[in-house]
C-alpha cells in the first residue's frame, strides 16, 4: 500500500522535473493547489520569473535530488543544482564558469497539490563559482 508520503513525494519530485528541469512554466496549474502560498519568489508569478531567469542565465541547468524525506503533507528537498552561466544572472554578465550549488525546499503537499513552499539556495556559493573565486 502506497503512503500518504510516498504520494507527496512523487508529487514533489514530477513537479521538480517538470517545472525547473523541463522548464513547463504551465505545469503549475497542474502542480499548484488554486491557495498557492509561495514563500520564497512571493507568488506563483515570482516563481515562474525566478525560473525564467535561471533558465536564461544557465540554459543548461540541471536540478538534482540528492535526498527527499516526507512527514505528513511536509516534504523536505536536498539538492544540487549544477550549470553554465551563458546569460546575464541579475546584471551579471555571462562568465562561463559552471555551477554547482545545494538548495533545499520545503514543500506542503495537500490532496495531491503543492501548497505551499519555501526555499533556500546557497547564493553566497554561487556568486563567487560566477565570479571564478
Known amino acids: 500500500m502506497i503512503t500518504i508520503e510516498q504520494k507527496n513525494i512523487e508529487t514533489v519530485s514530477a513537479f521538480i522535473e517538470a517545472f525547473w528541469n523541463?522548464?513547463?512554466?504551465?505545469?503549475?496549474?497542474?502542480?499548484?493547489?488554486?491557495?498557492?502560498?509561495?514563500?520564497?519568489?512571493?507568488?506563483?508569478?515570482?516563481?515562474?520569473?525566478?525560473?525564467?531567469?535561471i533558465l536564461e542565465a544557465f540554459p543548461d541547468k540541471l536540478y538534482t535530488v540528492e535526498e527527499i524525506i516526507a512527514q505528513g503533507e511536509k516534504v523536505i528537498v536536498r539538492m544540487v543544482v549544477k550549470g553554465t552561466h551563458k546569460g546575464v544572472f541579475f546584471g551579471n554578465s555571462p562568465s562561463g564558469n559552471s555551477i554547482d550549488v545545494t538548495l533545499y525546499r520545503q514543500y506542503r503537499v495537500v490532496e495531491g497539490k503543492i501548497a505551499e513552499h519555501r526555499g533556500w539556495i546557497d547564493m553566497m556559493t554561487m556568486w563567487r563559482q560566477i565570479q571564478g573565486n
Open 22 to 53: 523541463q522548464s513547463d512554466m504551465d505545469c503549475t496549474e497542474q502542480f499548484l493547489s488554486t491557495d498557492y502560498q509561495e514563500h520564497s519568489y512571493q507568488s506563483k508569478e515570482g516563481l515562474k520569473q525566478f525560473a525564467g531567469k
